[in-house]
């Protein structure tokens, strides 16, 4: 029996989080949250780019020869990756630049591709948006929680404004090192809390 519809939205959020609880998505989690806004505009265009895919891929299932799924599959969400690089470098350029590759990598984002092969292939099209929608904002919320801690501990700023002048931030936020840590506790929260709901 099918989930009810508002399930297919509720769980990208917390039950089947990409970050948290999949561990995908790794790679721009860990390169692009030294600042909540990268954190934030990065969600947002990795859940343009899952609803959009997860569309097109729903409607054109029937026909999909299922040989060569995964090669048509990466060139529909390389098209909406092509439209929200050209869309973000129009619109802001300068923050555009912050993402070097990584909003061209979001072709190789494992989130988007599993949604693309695990669901949108098999389900209808209001279904399939909605598990986009669904999983993307759930990434979104993710990278916006991570960026938050690495951008207040690591830089002592937050949406770039001093939060106290003259403290010296840990800047090992900001390294690599840091967004390990970061992203390692918290995978380690959700673990605890869905191991808590099952002990309760």
């Known amino acids: 029996m099918s989930e ?6 509720t769980k990208g959020l917390w039950r089947e989080n990409g970050l948290f609880v999949m561990a995908l998505g790794l790679c721009p989690s ?9 954190g934030l505009v990065m969600g ?14 729903s409607l054109i299932r029937s026909f999909t020869p299922k040989e060569i799924r995964i090669p048509i599959f990466i060139v529909v969400i390389a098209s909406f ?13 300068e923050l555009y630049s912050n993402f070097g590759i990584f909003i061209s990598l ?6 988007i591709l599993g949604r693309a092969e695990a669901f949108a292939s098999k389900n209808g099209p209001l279904r399939s948006i909605l598990d986009g929608l669904g999983i993307g904002m759930g990434f979104a919320i993710a990278l916006v929680i991570v960026s938050f801690f690495r951008e207040v ?4 700023q937050l949406f770039g404004m001093d939060l106290a002048k ?19 506790l918290l995978m380690g929260l959700f673990k605890y809390r869905k191991i808590m709901k099952g002990a309760a």
């Open 30 to 38: 860990l390169a692009v949250t030294t600042s909540v806004m990268n």
């Open 166 to 184: 003259g403290a010296s931030p840990a800047a090992v936020f900001i390294l690599a090192p840091g967004a390990f840590l970061v992203v390692g």
């Open 4 to 9: 009810p519809l508002s399930r297919e939205f």
């Open 153 to 156: 501990l690591g830089a002592g």
């Open 81 to 93: 990756v092509t439209l929200t690089e050209i869309g973000l470098k129009g619109l802001d350029y």
């Open 106 to 111: 979001i072709v190789v984002n494992c989130v």
């Open 44 to 57: 947002l265009c990795v859940t343009f780019v899952l609803v959009g895919s997860n569309l097109v891929v």
